[in-house]
Structure formats: structure tokens, C-alpha cells
């Protein structure tokens, strides 16, 4: 504040007393008023043609071009937006086919092995039925040939006893007597022979 | 050139001494930096203007990070209302900052060292914000003298502060400058006339000294543009937004 006040009361004295600093009185040469006037002059003229062409040329495009900058900026980060989106969605898009074409397969793969079981159970079952077919016929033969086996093999014993007799005895035997005693000897021993 | 350290300040006549009427307006040393420092302006800013590219170029940039600081500062201190403003205290500004570094340059003359320079621009900063004042609040702007919540004794005394402070404002606004211009480059001159008269032997401490100086002085050269801006700015902001 003193300070302040020392530099007042020397400035507002100056208007006054001109003749007491000269230029070179090793003063202060801001007091000397000789050339007080040019510097209002010419710093009026400086800082006004300073003004205008700041004001009027240089600041506006200053402006202009921070205004461009941001909204180009603005303008790049959303066509970077968009562009991300939409890779996101064909991203997301290929994820789906993936996944479906996965599991197309799959079904494809189940639906081939249903097929490829299916077919198979009905060919074993075709072929067990035919199988089953083959072995009845085939035990209904043996049936057959077991129920016929006794007569055959009485008839032979019959036949073989008369011709054993008739060489030993050299006459002819009654037939007859030779099957009634073979049909007695095959009802008592059947079980044996045959089995059953 | 002798060793007062004062002879850096003499203003001298460059050229023929023109007149008009009885007023001298001579071009001198004064006038041929205020020239360089617009003209320094002029050019850095046109340059960075000029182009706009994407990817500003490093003046570009310079101008750029100029602008935004200077319009923050305005936004930040008298609000969105002192947008028309914005060139003139950004050339104010500018002017300073360039007037303040020139003059940091060894053998040239620091225009804002001088009172009558400084106390033209607060003087003209002054009567501009009164004038804004009155124009935007009518009489309403005397109110800005009697603050809010004083009691009714005290207010004669705090009216009178006021008006006093508010009339000494120029005068701050220009002794700061000028006397922080001053007192600097003086500072520096004597400690560079020490460094002669040391000589060789005892020179080295004043000469470290005078770099450390160096640094402060562009410092100071930076913030006391800075102080005068946003001071131009705070009286601004009471003439625009009163009490709020």
C-alpha cells in the first residue's frame, strides 16, 4: 500500500513538474514525459490494429477450426460406433449360424444313427424269424423222423430176425410171431432205445 | 552504455521526430517493440490458423492451446456473458505476454516497463468496464459500492473503501506491471554489472545468480500477463454479473 501510494504521488506530481527529471537526471526515465505522448500514440495504434485483425481475421478461424476439429472428431467416433456395431452383429450373426450348423449336424448325426439302428433291428429281426422258421421246420422234421424211427427199426429188426432165422434154421418162420415178439421188445426197451 | 542499470529503460527517438500540432509522436525504441510484439502475435496466430488440420501442426497447436486457455480464463472468471470480450482480452493478453518476453531478450527494451504504457491499457480497461457498468445496470451499478450484509453503521465507512478501491484500480493495475517489469530487469542489470566488476574471480556467484534470475523473470513475465488478463477479467465480471 505504501508503496503504491509512493508511486502515485510521483506520477500525479509528474504532470506537474516536468523540468525536475530531465532524460538524463539518473532518475526514473518512465517519469520523463518527453515521450509520453508517442507511446500513447503508437501503442493505441499498435494494440488497435492488433485488435482488429485478431478480432476480425485470426480468432474467428481459430474458432472455426476447433468447432471443425471437435465435430470431426465427434463424426469419426460415431461412424467408429456404427462400424462396431455392425461387426458386432455379423459377429453375432456367425456365432448363430456356428451354432445352428452345429446342431444340424448333430440332429443329422442322431437322425443317421436312428436310421443305420432302426435298420438294423429290422434286419436281425427278419433274419431271427427266419432263423426261428428254419429251426422249427427243421425240429418238426426231426419230430418226424423220430416218430417214424421206431416203426423203421422194428420193420428192419423184423426183417433182419426172419432172415437170422432162416439161416440158422433154414426154414421158413412165421412172420407173425417174429413182429409180435420185436413190437413187445420195442414197447418194453422203447424208452431205452429212443430216448424220450 | 553505463552501469546504471536505469539507462535500459531510456526511450529514444528512431528515425525523424514527427509532430502533429504540439504533440511529439516520434517513432522510437518504445514504438519499435510494441511493433515487433504485434507483429510476432499477428504471424504466430496466422500461422496457426491458417491450416486446420486433424492432427495440428506444433504452431497450430501453440495458437490453439492459447485460445482455449484464454477463453477458459474468461468463462472460468466472469462467466458465459463476457463472451464478447473474449478478443479483446485475448489481445490484451497476447500483448503483454509478448511486450513481457521481448523485453527478456538481452539488449531490448521491455515496453510494459514503462507507467504511461501500462496506465493507458488499465486506464482504458477502466473507463471500458465503468462504462459497461452503467450501461448494463444503468444507476442500479452504483450498488456495487454498498456490499450486502454490512451494518448500517459501518456503511458510510465501507461505501467510502469501496468507491476508493474501486478508483485505485487503474492505478494497481498498472504499478503492478510495470513496477514487477521494472524492478526485475533493474534486478537483472545489477546483478550483470556485478558479474563485470567481480570479474573472473568472484563473478561466477552473481553470474549464477543472474540465470537463476533469468528464469524467474520469464516466469514473471508469463504470470504478470496473466495476472492483468484475469484482473481485466474479475472487473469485468463485476460490471457484467453484479453481486452475485
Redesign the interface.
Known amino acids: 500500500m505504501i508503496k503504491k501510494i509512493f508511486f502515485q504521488s510521483i506520477f500525479f506530481n509528474l504532470f506537474f513538474f516536468k523540468e525536475v527529471f530531465g532524460a538524463e537526471s539518473g532518475g526514473m526515465p518512465q517519469l520523463n514525459p518527453e515521450f509520453w505522448i508517442s507511446q500513447i500514440f503508437w501503442l493505441t495504434l499498435t494494440f488497435g490494429v492488433l485488435y482488429i485483425i485478431l478480432s476480425k481475421l485470426i480468432l474467428p478461424k481459430i474458432s472455426s477450426n476447433l468447432e471443425l476439429r471437435k465435430s470431426q472428431i465427434q463424426d469419426n467416433i460415431e461412424a467408429a460406433d456404427k462400424r462396431r456395431e455392425s461387426s458386432e452383429a455379423k459377429l453375432k450373426e456367425y456365432d448363430n449360424i456356428v451354432l445352428k450348423s452345429k446342431s444340424d449336424a448333430k440332429n443329422i448325426l442322431g437322425d443317421a444313427k436312428e436310421n443305420a439302428l432302426k435298420e438294423i433291428n429290422a434286419k436281425k429281426e427278419t433274419i431271427e424269424k427266419q432263423i426261428d422258421e428254419e429251426i422249427e421246420k427243421a425240429e418238426q422234421e426231426i419230430n418226424v423222423l423220430k416218430k417214424s424211427a421206431p416203426e423203421k427199426i422194428n420193420r428192419i429188426a423184423k426183417e433182419m430176425a426172419s432172415e437170422i432165422l432162416k439161416k440158422l434154421i433154414g426154414s421158413e418162420i412165421n412172420n407173425s410171431s417174429i413182429s409180435a415178439i420185436v413190437d413187445d421188445l420195442s414197447k418194453k426197451n422203447g424208452d431205452k432205445y429212443y430216448g424220450n | 552504455m553505463a552501469a ?1 542499470p ?2 535500459q ?3 529514444y ?1 528512431i528515425g525523424p521526430e514527427i509532430k502533429i500540432g504540439a ?6 525504441n ?2 519499435l517493440f ?2 515487433i ?2 507483429l510476432a ?2 504471424v504466430i ?2 500461422l ?3 491450416k ?1 488440420s ?1 492432427l ?1 501442426n506444433k504452431i ?1 497447436l501453440l ?2 492451446i492459447s ?2 486457455f484464454v477463453s477458459k480464463m474468461i468463462s472460468d472468471t466472469a462467466g458465459s456473458k463476457a463472451k464478447p470480450y ?3 482480452i ?3 493478453f ?2 503483454v505476454l509478448f511486450c513481457n518476453m521481448f523485453g527478456m531478450i538481452p539488449y531490448t527494451f521491455t ?1 510494459t ?5 501500462t ?3 488499465a486506464a482504458f480497461i477502466f473507463i471500458a468496464v465503468t462504462v459497461i457498468g452503467f450501461i448494463k445496470h444503468g444507476f442500479g451499478y452504483l450498488k456495487l459500492f454498498v456490499p450486502s450484509g454490512v451494518p448500517i453503521v459501518l456503511l458510510p465507512l465501507i461505501v467510502i473503501i469501496e468507491i476508493i478501491s474501486y478508483l ?1 484500480r487503474p ?2 493495475l498498472s ?1 503492478r506491471l ?2 514487477n517489469m ?1 524492478a526485475g530487469h533493474t534486478m537483472m542489470k545489477v546483478f550483470g554489472g556485478f558479474v563485470i566488476s567481480l570479474g573472473v574471480v568472484g563473478g561466477w556467484l552473481p553470474l549464477s545468480f543472474s540465470v537463476a534470475l533469468t528464469g524467474l523473470e520469464i516466469l514473471v513475465a508469463f504470470l504478470q500477463a496473466y495476472v492483468f488478463a484475469i484482473l481485466t477479467c474479475i472487473y469485468l465480471n463485476d460490471a457484467l454479473n453484479l453481486h452475485h
Open positions: 546504471n536505469m539507462t529503460f531510456e526511450v527517438r504533440f511529439d509522436i516520434s517513432f522510437t518504445a514504438s510494441m511493433v510484439s504485434s502475435i499477428l496466430f496466422n496457426g490458423s491458417k486446420n486433424l495440428p497450430q495458437a490453439e485460445y482455449t473474449f478478443s479483446f485475448f489481445s490484451l497476447m500483448f515496453v516497463s514503462h507507467i504511461i504504457v496506465f493507458v491499457l485505485s492505478i494497481s504499478v510495470f513496477a521494472m
